[in-house]
């Protein structure tokens, strides 16, 4: 069973009568009880994917950033990394 959800806004727009058509029809196809309910579907779908590719673009762009700026950079190792080395030296050899 659905949870009910509090619909506050509202969103009007104008159609071609093919594309009103064709979305009628894709909608009697998909099963959705209503035509709204069949746009706010797929509309919302669509939107989550573009909102979530975004997201990863960003992220990766972000990464590729951190990982430039510490191979590249002349930044010298702080003194907690100088000390793991050395530790890790003398159990090495």
Do not use: H, W
């Amino acid at each position: 069973m659905e949870a009910q959800v509090n619909k506050e806004e509202r969103m009007e727009l104008r159609v071609s009568s093919a594309d009103k058509r064709i979305f009628k029809r894709a909608q009697k196809l998909s099963g959705d009880k209503s035509f709204s309910s069949f746009v706010v579907r797929i509309v919302k779908k669509e939107a989550e994917e573009i909102v979530a590719k975004e997201d990863r673009i960003i992220v990766s762009e972000k990464d590729r950033q951190l990982f430039f700026d510490a191979v590249f950079n002349e930044t010298k190792p702080n003194k907690n990394l100088v000390e793991a080395a050395k530790r890790y030296k003398s159990k090495m050899y």
